[in-house]
């Protein structure tokens, strides 16, 4: 019986400089993380196939399956069929966080993963495969780790706290053959509805307001402590007016002593 490999989700990356295409920084580490694991590894990638792709071989890895997609079209679908209809069945699925060219928002892995019906498992750091399942190592913030076990298939995403991606071998690169096969086509991203994709221009970032120190108005410097709650907001509303963060009244507006002072509207 063929034992149950792990699949990984590959993409090409760009460099942040040049911007030459290669390897993704995210995937290489997931594909060193997989490597490491003991079963037999598939690279899986879905786009058009490029020289860049041979990276990923020269790190060790034997079989690389290019999925040819449309240019702009959702490789997602792509990649879930595929995995869907593998035999024997995969025992693990690896993907970088993020891709490092086109749109980058992360959703790959998250879709691939609601489309086969997996558990995704964010941020994992090191892998072991153990006799009743797996075991993963999960990176969280301010450097605190997690130990998670699964007996089913999941989806895994590693980001740059996984380990350090292997070195690339050119001779094992320039010998290995990429498979390139054909895969369903997805609509491509100019032909979704406008209520899809909502395109408005960015709003205009609010100015900073420094720390409450003693803070000089109209050439008066004062200092505020436990004031009256009358005296307090009226120095709020002189400290916005000043910061132009509220419209002035309107010209010809009459207040009288008695009335109470009115909050201006807010300018947008």
């Known amino acids: 019986m063929t034992e149950a490999p792990i699949i990984v989700l590959l993409s090409l990356g760009r460099h942040p400089v040049s911007g030459r295409v290669r390897r993704a920084e ?49 490789p997602a679908p792509g ?29 790959v892995p998250y879709i691939v993963a609601e489309r086969l019906g997996l558990a995704l498992a964010p941020g994992v750091a090191s892998l072991r495969v153990e006799p009743e399942g797996l075991a993963f190592v999960q990176a969280l913030p301010r450097g605190s780790r997690r130990r998670l076990t699964s007996a089913g298939l999941v989806l895994a995403t590693v980001d740059m706290q996984g380990p350090r991606p292997r070195q690339v071998a050119r001779g094992p690169a320039l010998r290995a053959r990429v498979q390139v096969l054909a895969a369903p086509g997805a609509p491509a991203v100019s032909e979704l509805s406008p209520e899809v994709i909502d395109r408005r221009p960015a709003r205009v970032r609010p100015k900073r307001i ?28 002189r400290f916005l007016e000043n910061e132009r963060l509220l419209l002035r009244p309107q010209a010809g507006a009459s207040r009288t002593q008695a009335e109470e002072p009115s909050i201006p509207e807010i300018a947008p």
């Open 26 to 74: 995210r995937d290489a580490r997931a594909l060193t993380l997989a490597l490491g694991a003991g079963p037999p590894v598939i690279g899986l990638h879905a786009g058009p196939p490029h020289e860049a792709l041979r990276d990923y071989l020269g790190m060790g890895l034997k079989q690389l399956v290019a999925l040819v997609v449309p240019e702009g079209s959702d």
């Open 210 to 237: 420094g720390p409450a120190t003693t803070r000089a108005i109209g050439g008066e410097t004062r200092l505020l402590v436990d004031p009256d709650p009358r005296e307090a907001a009226r120095e709020i509303l």
């Open 79 to 107: 990649l879930a069929a595929f995995i869907a209809n593998l035999d024997p069945k995969p025992r693990l699925i690896v993907a970088g966080s993020i891709a490092e060219a086109g749109e980058a928002s992360g959703l």
